[in-house]
Nanobody
């Protein structure tokens, strides 16, 4: 399984960005996906997650109402739409994927649950 995250960049506060994570997997539809981020000098933290069906999502409180995660099974891609960006959103953003059993159709916010990780994309928000 290979993950490719892209779409990061340098933006100003209150701007928007859309991150994409393309996942190469034979059965992409069975994968739950999460976005995590790591700011300089800080631990990696959870941002958002989506269930394998796309029917369930969960967000960290710090991004709730500003970020939206979505999954396009036809394109094997997960998106993170980030609106009203703040300087504190500055970090390297990682996507992660984990194959789920049929019964496990939930959005998983636990970092240790994810076995497959992308390389990260830098998001820098200036004030």
């Amino acid at each position: 399984v290979q993950l490719q995250a892209y779409g990061g960049g340098l933006v100003q506060a209150r701007d928007s960005l859309r991150l994409s994570c393309t996942i190469s997997a034979r059965d992409f539809r069975t994968y739950a996906v999460g976005w995590f981020r790591q700011a300089p000098g800080k631990d990696r933290q959870f941002v958002a997650a989506i269930s394998y069906s796309g029917g369930s999502t969960t967000y960290d409180d710090s991004v709730k109402g500003r970020f939206t995660i979505s999954k396009d099974n036809a394109k094997s891609t997960v998106y993170l739409q980030m609106n009203s960006l703040k300087p504190e959103d500055t970090a390297v953003y990682y996507c992660a994927a984990d194959k789920k059993e049929l019964w496990a159709d939930f959005a998983d916010g636990l970092e240790w649950s994810y076995k497959n990780w992308g390389q990260g994309t830098q998001v820098t928000v200036s004030s």
